[in-house]
């Protein structure tokens, strides 16, 4: 692995905000680290910017360890870029060669409106958690940990499940811009534990109901949003939501 | 809860409904094979008589018409409305856009659903018009078969497949039937719940054998009827 630094060209959709037109801007830098995540890279691109006294580039990050699902960027055409399992905040100009010319785009869907360049609004995830997305637990003392036994094989894939940091990328690398691995997960996750239970088939109606509110697209089975999540979560948590939603509904 | 007719018109359960339609036309194209591959049985007649037997039964054969057609009707409308939902699910397309590969199943079957089967519902009017109702045919042939009279569906079938454009476009039709039913099989499974990882890829691999047999199967008899009156058989 080589150690020079190199030359990068970034084409970045800049765009003022929801009611501008967007385009691509260029810019070449010469001086990137391969060790350099992609989000230093951004970083040190703002910095000459704003040297330049021209306006950064916004761009959504927060924990920048892969698990606060904020850095959301369509990297050459993928969502977080082409590294499988990698968050976009994970991923390193090593994956990239000298003399590169990278597209960034945001993520696209009428159910994410934009913000400003590379952000947009991802509150239609939170209205869905909100619809169901939760348990009921007694007030009071801690209960004791472990108390209520869980299968050792509900419990891993609960916590399979449990491992989507809500970062939107099934809906940005779906043909569909479809948000059935996020529901699904959500509701399939909590479908495996006791815990979810009580509220189980009102859960995934009104989760469905309003994943459908917010104007998200249909699924079509083809996997593409299994591939970009940044965690891997299967696509059988879109089978788990369908068997989920009709047994609420027949019952 | 939602009733069962408002349930059947959310996301779920256009998917459900796409995927049982789906398995229930491709379970009639498995009949329907099974029935076209007795014009290959050593009877002569085999054929005729098997169509004949289908007109016989009268009102349980319209009854079963009716379902093909509703299940038909339904499956087209709701895989157009599923495009045109995806259409406006995202106004501003990607410049760049590439699929991440690995488990992704995106490629030249899943991409063309809506062209493949838009194709697959002009098709099967002009294939009902001409078979059927024979609207292509300067006459209705007629035989008689054991003293009775019926229609030489076989001679129609034949004189159909010594045209070579006739026989191109029914093999080209029915490569792109196969293209359907490659991402159709699969999909409908998952679509209807299938979510058991070490089943998913087999029942991906088991689609695609039953997309290339039915394929294969259909085109193999006009292809096998023409070069058989090509060559003198
Ligand atoms: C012989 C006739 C046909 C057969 C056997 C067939 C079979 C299937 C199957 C098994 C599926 C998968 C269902 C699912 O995803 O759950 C499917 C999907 C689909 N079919 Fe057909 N189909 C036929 C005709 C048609 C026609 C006439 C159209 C007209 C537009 C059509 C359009 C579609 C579309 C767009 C999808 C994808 C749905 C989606 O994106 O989720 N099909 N088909
Ligand atoms: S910045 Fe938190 S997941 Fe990338």
Known sequence: MSNENMTIHLKVWRQKGPETKGFFEDHTMDDVNPHMSFLEMLDLLNEQLMEQRKEPIEFDHDCREGICGSCNLVINGMAHGPELRTAACQLHMRKFSDGDTITIEPWRARAFPMIKDLVVDRSAFDRIMAAGGYVSVKTGNAPDANAIPIPKHEADLAMDYATCIGCGACVASCPNSSASLFTGAKISQLAHLPQGAPERKKRAVAMVNQMEKEGFGDCSNFQECEAACPVGISITAIAEMRKEYMKAVLS | ?233
């Not at chain 2, 349930?7 to 498995?30: D, N, S």
């Not at chain 2, 039964?57 to 009707?73: D, K, M, N």
């Not at chain 2, 397309?93 to 199943?105: A, D, E, I, V």
């Open chain 2, 1 to 233: 809860m939602p009733s069962i007719s408002n349930a059947l018109q959310t996301t779920i359960g256009r998917k459900i409904l796409t995927g049982i339609t789906g398995v229930f036309l491709t379970l009639f194209l498995v009949a329907h094979l099974a029935g076209n591959l007795t014009l290959f049985s050593p009877d002569p007649d085999a054929f005729n008589l098997y169509a004949h037997f289908l007109h016989e039964l009268g009102p349980l054969l319209w009854i079963a018409e009716i379902i093909l057609v509703v299940l038909f009707l339904a499956h087209a409308y709701i895989g157009i409305s599923i495009y045109r939902r995806r259409k406006q699910s995202r106004p501003e397309n990607y410049n760049y856009y590439n699929s991440k590969g690995g488990p992704s199943k995106q490629n030249a079957a899943s991409k063309t659903m809506i062209f493949t089967g838009i194709i697959i519902l002009l098709f099967v009017i002009l294939h009902v018009m001409h078979f059927k109702y024979h609207l292509f045919s300067p006459e209705t042939y007629m035989t008689t078969i054991n003293g009775e009279e019926m229609v030489d569906l076989t001679r129609h079938v034949e004189t159909a497949f010594h045209n070579i454009w006739i026989v191109l476009g029914y093999t080209a039709v029915m490569v792109l039937i196969g293209f359907h039913l490659k991402h159709g099989v699969w999909s409908a499974f998952v679509s209807l719940g299938a979510s058991n990882p070490k089943r998913l890829p087999v029942i991906y691999t088991v689609g695609g054998i039953v997309a290339v047999l039915l394929s294969v199967g259909f085109l193999f008899i006009p292809i096998y009827i023409y070069l058989r009156h090509l060559f003198g058989g």
